[in-house]
């Protein structure tokens, strides 16, 4: 099963030979009908609003197309969606205004985003039409975040490199709140091995533009990458607006994540957008992983 890190960088290793659009999942969208009014109904009450990066069910999606998903992830008691694909204007082979229709007769709402482009200078107009592209689309889905989820970094990436990643993220930032949307990076556990004695998450915190873009932390690769979670949200409370809840496997599986210590900081920072993602699955068995997760945390006192 490869995980979420191996599955961008391949796929980054594609989009370096020429502009490729990055499709994250292969899913064949269902039809609504009487089934989606019947889920909905059926769909399992939560106070909470628990959410969930649907690439956790990356596999159902290509297995059972991505309306049978909604459908399952509506019965669990998920309430917020942060898709993993989009390719040449849609989401999940679907129109925008299709999937946020579909999500939302189901009682959820679709909230995130993950989409994004590596960057080369050679082909900035083309990049930049692409995310024109991509920011109008999931503006027509009522999207709040759109976040690029990986970038190219090896043991020849420069400061300077990093600069003009963060000059880049800065412009689509800028296209993305001119449009009402907040651009944000998610990290994994790289960003926290340093180049030229600069921690790269640091660099990137520092050099991008704090008005025009965000970060959205996986606190499962901060903790990974010898970092804690809590004292950067603590540190920077103004550039953290979104949160990845994860864990080796399901959420709170391993002991080793003080959970509730990240959502009472989270909840001190204002911070009400955060998603469930499951990588791996105890045994190998995606759908009761995610549902397993949802319990953990619906159950939580600490989780609002």
């Known amino acids: 099963m490869q995980n979420r890190r191996d599955f961008l960088k391949k796929a980054s290793l594609l989009l370096a ?5 990055p499709q994250l999942l292969t899913s064949c969208g269902g039809k609504t009908g009487s089934a989606t009014a019947e889920v ?12 969930l990066q649907l690439f956790s069910l990356r596999d159902y999606v290509g297995k059972e197309g991505i309306q049978k998903t909604l459908e399952l992830v509506a019965k669990m008691g998920y309430k917020n969606m942060e898709s993993a694909n989009y ?3 849609k989401i999940y082979d679907l129109a925008p205004e299709d999937f946020k ?12 985003a993950h989409v994004g482009q590596p960057y080369s200078k050679e082909k900035d107009a083309e990049i930049m039409a692409w995310w024109d592209k991509a920011i109008e689309t999931h503006q027509k889905a009522g999207t709040k975040f759109l976040i690029q989820p990986w970038m190219p970094v090896d043991d020849k990436t420069t400061l300077d490199d990093l600069k003009q990643y963060c000059d ?17 990076y998610h990290n994994h556990n790289f960003e926290f091995k340093k180049i030229e004695d600069k921690l790269i998450y ?25 970092a804690d979670p809590i004292a950067y949200l603590k540190n920077r409370p103004d550039q953290f607006k979104a949160i990845h809840i994860k864990d080796e496997t399901e959420i709170g599986a391993s002991g080793e994540i003080n959970f509730e210590a990240i959502f009472n900081q989270m909840y001190a920072n204002g911070i009400n957008d955060w998603f469930v993602e499951v990588e791996r699955y ?14 953990y945390l619906n159950k939580a006192s600490f989780v609002k």
């Open 40 to 51: 909905a109904e059926q769909a399992t009450t939560a106070a909470k609003n628990i959410g």
């Open 202 to 226: 640091d660099f990137l915190l520092d050099n991008v533009d704090k008005d025009v873009v965000k970060f959205e932390m996986d606190v499962y690769w901060v903790q990974k990458g010898g």
């Open 101 to 112: 229709k579909r999500v939302e007769d189901l009682g959820m709402k679709f909230v995130s």
């Open 87 to 89: 390719n040449e204007g």
């Open 17 to 21: 030979g020429g502009l490729v659009t």
């Open 282 to 295: 105890t045994n190998n068995d995606p759908v009761a992983s995610v549902q397993q997760s949802f319990d």
């Open 168 to 184: 880049y993220y800065s412009a689509v930032g800028a296209k993305a709140k001119a449009a009402g949307i907040i651009f944000g």
